[in-house]
């Protein structure tokens, strides 16, 4: 008994053990095909010339002694910090008013401040080319200067990270104990120092991850500096140049890995925040109704109204040019810039293209997404594997699409690679789509699946139920809302992003993102403005589905939540 009692327990892998571990490694290795790999493969070439001969740091040292090269990096540097400096404050007002004022309205300048994330970057950018460009109706207003460069690059990013700013610092304004404000009435503190003590401190974390969102999208961004950046060079660009323009791909390597540099760093410094973070709402927090107060609320309101104003004017702009006949000489109204078999060979196809790689990223992600975050978070049996393989999961939020596109061509279309036959395919854009935007999904479901008690799988396990059937009827239903959530997420981000998939697209697979781009090349501005527009469109009814198919899902699956 002495000896028995001294031996080391040995583990014994249940079936439930053996079959979340088997989701960890599967996770693993789609991780590691589709994220690691490439990305090594493009690091590698990096360091080689166009024979694939190692040349060592020589690419680099190019880089640096190339004025053009060397000053797009301190382009995109400054053009992000400038567009952070913007969008981080008017998105905290705007939050502020949304979730701290009794103005009225508040839902509708909340949907109004959300257009954006429906529309493809580069809508923006052709908005501001028929109110300031060559042509553009207030083009003196510039007094001689020009939209072309960095002015119509920095005021199209305010445009297109603003709802991402403002959802962000919603988010941390929402959380507020009550009784803070009525501890610093009772005081008879200032309206600043309420400010100063209470309100900021809750939301400052979500200003620095606001901030870095802000940055890093505008830093990695290719639609607008493409279609409104003239000869003012940014890294986003100069990928493009490199690997298209003069078919550097060994260049084009070293700029990708350049271009990730800063947001890496952002990302990292947005870790660091996160995990400084402490909770601000404990479990005897009272929530925070805001009191009419007109002083405070009409400011807020005009405020929201003139924000609200200036998106809806640009969207409207890009409408309106849409249904030009022949901008700027003939203004009359046709629908003959939405046949676009007569301006891109592609035709309506390309958005054909679009909506077929939207809905099968949404359909294949979005359970892939939750299944493997559901056995990360579930997994006991793996330890530091599971560790790594969460890690990995994260990093595609710091890896700009255009460089993961760099990395998709270096690894699936090299010579012996067995899956070498999704090159050109539907399925490569699939499955860069996915990665790119896996990690957003990733959080959202692990999100879901903290605030679910592991006792359903504790008590399932007493009554002999395996866990397949207990994910299958009892978590999967509890969390049908936020699987739709994230396949909303990713349908409208495959349907307007350019940068994750501009390099990869062949004749008979352009989506619509980029014959909006190629369209404008072109000169056929109407043209890229209405197929900018039948994306937002599509991306708007689709959304529109979606709150509707929410309600029905939360009516039905979530009754256990009311009491």
């Known amino acids: 008994m002495a000896v028995a009692a001294a031996l080391p327990v040995r583990r014994v892998w249940s079936g439930d053990d053996r079959l979340l571990a088997a989701g960890v490694v599967l996770a693993g290795l789609f991780l590691a095909v589709a994220l690691v790999l490439p990305l090594g493969t493009l690091f590698l070439k990096s360091f080689e010339d166009q024979q694939g001969r190692f040349v060592g740091l020589a690419n680099y040292v190019r880089y640096i002694e190339t004025p053009a090269l060397a000053g797009s990096l301190w382009n995109s540097l400054w053009t992000a910090g400038l567009t952070m ?31 954006p994330i429906l529309a493809p970057s580069l809508l923006p950018a052709l908005a501001l080319i028929y109110l300031f460009g060559n ?18 690059i920095i005021i199209s990013q305010v445009f297109y990270t603003f709802p991402h700013a403002l959802l962000i610092l919603a988010t941390a304004l929402s959380g507020t104990d009550a009784r803070l404000y009525e501890a610093a009435e009772a005081l008879r503190a200032s309206r600043i120092r309420v400010m100063r003590t209470v309100t900021l401190p809750t939301a400052r974390y979500g200003m620095v991850s606001a901030s870095f969102v802000v940055f890093t999208l505008v830093i990695t961004d290719f639609g607008i500096p493409k ?111 939405y046949a676009f078999g007569n301006f891109i060979s592609a035709g309506w196809g390309s958005w054909v293209n679009s909506v077929q790689l939207a809905f099968w990223t949404a359909l294949i992600g979005a359970p892939l997404v939750f299944a493997f975050a559901y056995a990360m978070d579930r997994v006991r049996v793996l330890g530091p594997l599971s560790d790594i393989v969460r890690f990995i999961a994260v990093i595609p939020l710091a890896v700009p699409g255009l460089v993961l596109g760099i990395a998709y061509i270096f690894f699936f279309n090299a010579p012996g690679n067995p899956l ?56 999967v239903p509890m969390s049908l809302p936020v699987i739709l959530d994230v396949a909303i997420y990713l349908f409208v981000n495959a349907m307007t992003t350019v940068s994750a998939v501009v390099f990869l697209y062949s004749p008979h697979t352009m989506p619509a993102s980029v014959a909006v781009v190629q369209m404008d090349e072109a000169g056929f501005a109407s043209a890229a403005a209405a197929m900018a527009t039948v994306i937002l469109l599509t991306s708007a009814a689709v959304k529109g589905l979606h709150v509707r198919l929410d309600q029905v899902l939360t009516r039905r699956t979530q009754a256990w939540r009311r009491r």
């Open 227 to 337: 279609v409104i950046g003239g000869s003012f060079s940014v890294l986003a660009t100069e990928v493009y140049k490199q690997v298209v323009g003069q078919q550097n791909f060994q260049m084009g390597a070293v700029v990708g890995v350049v271009l990730m540099i800063p947001a890496i760093l952002a990302f990292g410094a947005d870790q660091w925040a996160q995990r400084r973070q402490v909770a601000v709402v404990g479990a005897r927090a009272v929530p925070y109704v805001p009191k009419q107060r007109p002083e405070r609320d009409w400011p807020l309101f005009a405020f929201c109204v003139l924000v609200s104003a200036l998106l809806l004017s640009l969207v409207g702009i890009a409408a309106w040019g849409s249904l030009i006949t022949f901008w700027p000489w003939n203004l009359s109204l046709t629908l003959n810039n």
């Open 85 to 115: 400096v913007i969008v981080v404050p008017a998105a905290f007002v705007f939050a502020y008013a949304l979730t701290r004022s009794a103005m009225p309205g508040r839902g509708l300048f909340r949907a109004i401040a959300l257009i």
């Open 420 to 475: 070498g036959f999704l090159y050109g395919t539907l399925g490569i854009l699939v499955l860069n789509s996915l990665v790119h935007f896996y990690t957003v999904g990733h959080l959202a479901s692990m999100t879901q699946l903290k605030s679910l008690d592991p006792e359903f799988e504790s008590v399932s396990a007493s009554l002999k139920v395996p866990i397949w059937r207990t994910f299958a009827v009892v978590t």
């Open 135 to 152: 042509q553009g109706f207030l083009r003196s207003w510039l007094f001689g200067g020009t939209i072309y460069g960095p002015l119509g």
